[in-house]
């Protein structure tokens, strides 16, 4: 269960930024006794692997709060975020997922279960997050982008840390983020099934 609740997290995370929950366990494994990645995933904490990802938390740091750059980032990390999510979820659930020389054994083991899982959350946080900044910059003319961007990284900061350190709490957080999604969802679909107003016609008076 802990262990579920920890990749669940780091794989929300990601969804928000590719690199922060990765760094987190890496940082976390080496310089530290609160965590200890199977041998797999060691790789997280090997001291070049850190630097790389530092530099490109950096890169996405900066190129995510520039507006429109920001939109064509989101547009690459489609591919990156969920990516890093299945990474995150499967280190994070202690799976055994890094290297793949049997494929039917790797399919009828079931390890692959946690990488596929950890795509599709950071996925759908990543597809529901771009949504959002598109229609925030739109609405702002990008001034929104600087906020927003500091505000995501900031969570996946703070869900990277609990995943780890207090995991019991990702599930209640997680139960919040479905409803509040639900209630997105509900919201636009209301907005787009409500009838256009009709222009008032004056009685030429």
Same mark, same amino acid.
């Given at each position: 269960m /802990?262990? =579920?609740?920890? +990749?669940? +997290?780091?794989? =929300?995370?990601?969804? =928000?930024n590719a690199w922060i929950p990765l760094l987190a366990l890496g940082l976390l494994a080496r310089y530290s006794d609160l965590l200890t990645l199977p041998a797999s995933w060691s790789w997280l904490e090997n001291g070049w692997v850190l630097v790389v990802l530092g530099v490109l938390l950096v890169l996405e740091a900066v190129g995510d709060k520039v507006p429109v750059l920001d939109s064509v980032n989101d547009l690459v990390q489609t591919v990156v975020r969920p990516g890093a999510g299945g990474i995150a979820f499967g280190a994070g659930a202690t799976s055994s997922t890094t290297r793949v020389e049997d494929p039917g054994a790797f399919v009828e083991s079931g390890d692959w279960?946690?990488?596929?899982?950890? &795509?599709?959350?950071?996925? &759908?946080?990543?597809?529901?997050?771009?949504?959002v900044r598109a229609g925030a910059n739109a609405a702002t003319g990008g001034l929104a982008a600087p906020v927003l961007s500091s505000a995501e990284?900031?969570?996946?900061?703070? /869900?990277?840390?609990?995943? &780890?350190? /207090?995991? =019991?709490?990702?599930?209640?957080l997680v139960v919040l983020l479905a409803i509040a999604g639900w209630r997105l969802v509900r919201a636009r679909r209301r907005a787009g099934a409500s009838p256009p107003v009709a222009p008032t016609v004056g009685d030429g008076g």
């Open positions: /802990l262990e =579920l609740a920890t +990749g669940t +997290g780091l794989a =929300l995370a990601a969804g =928000l279960v946690p990488v596929v899982l950890g &795509i599709v959350l950071a996925l &759908i946080v990543h597809l529901t997050k771009a949504g990284d900031g969570a996946s900061v703070g /869900l990277s840390l609990t995943a &780890i350190l /207090l995991p =019991l709490l990702v599930v209640p």
